[in-house]
């Protein structure tokens, strides 16, 4: 089957959403945890979450256009900190719940039932459920003007994940807590590990390590 950009266009807008959002393959599903500046809180679930680099510690993702999605990024704006919180499958539909349209003085977290955990000195609430979460400090918003989004890159200042999750050589086994990814707007996945490689070398088949 072959689709051109001409008979794609002709797609009822739910299905070609569908089609698209799907291209991309498996994604990472986390939550975004915000507050505004008097302490008002927000929860929304993304899977466009994508790493930057590691020195200095970078993550980046998209937020959708403001009209569309106003909180997440007005609050960031406003405190400069967010978080991210990685999802367990036992809370896959509580926080799929968070993608409805909450109006703006009702927290996700008190609407679907998680609780924010907070850190001194950091002005966005983590998720008290979430086994792997981390803080980060705003360093830059990108608007996108293709589709009027934001590219918001933020450097990571704390993180908080389980030992029993964390290998001897900082490898995140996430597999060992029940880690979601998603495909399209509303499908959601357990991954499951095949192997892990050593570093590729030419003319060297790479062996497993674990």
């Known amino acids: 089957m072959e689709?051109?950009?001409?008979?794609?266009?002709?797609?009822?807008?739910?299905?070609?959403?569908?089609l698209i959002n799907s291209l991309s393959g498996f994604k990472p599903a986390s939550l975004i945890g915000t507050s505004d500046d008097q302490g008002r809180t927000n929860l929304a679930i993304f899977s466009n979450i994508v790493h930057l680099g590691a020195d200095p510690a970078l993550v980046g993702f998209v937020n959708r256009?403001?009209?569309?999605?106003?909180?997440?990024?007005s609050n960031i704006e406003s405190t400069g900190w967010y978080t991210i919180n990685l999802i367990p499958a036992s809370l896959s539909l509580k926080a799929h719940q968070t993608s409805a349209k909450y109006g703006p003085g009702q927290s996700e977290f008190d609407a679907v039932g998680f609780t924010p955990q907070w850190k001194?000195?950091?002005?966005?609430?983590?998720?008290?459920?979430c086994k792997v979460k981390f803080a980060l400090k705003l360093q830059e918003i990108i608007p996108i003007k293709w589709n009027q989004t934001f590219f918001v890159i933020g450097s990571i200042e704390h993180l908080i994940v389980e030992e029993v999750i964390l290998e001897e050589d900082g490898f995140l086994s996430l597999e060992k807590a029940d880690t979601i990814c998603s495909l399209g707007l509303d499908g959601y996945y357990l991954p499951q590990k095949l192997a892990r490689y050593a570093y590729a070398k030419p003319g060297k088949t790479a062996a497993v390590i674990g």
Do not use: C, W
Not at 8 to 16: A, G, I, M, N, V
Not at 65 to 71: K, Q, V
């Open 3 to 18: 689709i051109d950009k001409q008979t794609l266009s002709t797609y009822d807008r739910f299905y070609r959403g569908n």
């Open 120 to 129: 001194d000195g950091i002005p966005a609430p983590f998720v008290r459920e």
């Open 65 to 73: 256009p403001m009209e569309a999605a106003p909180h997440t990024i």
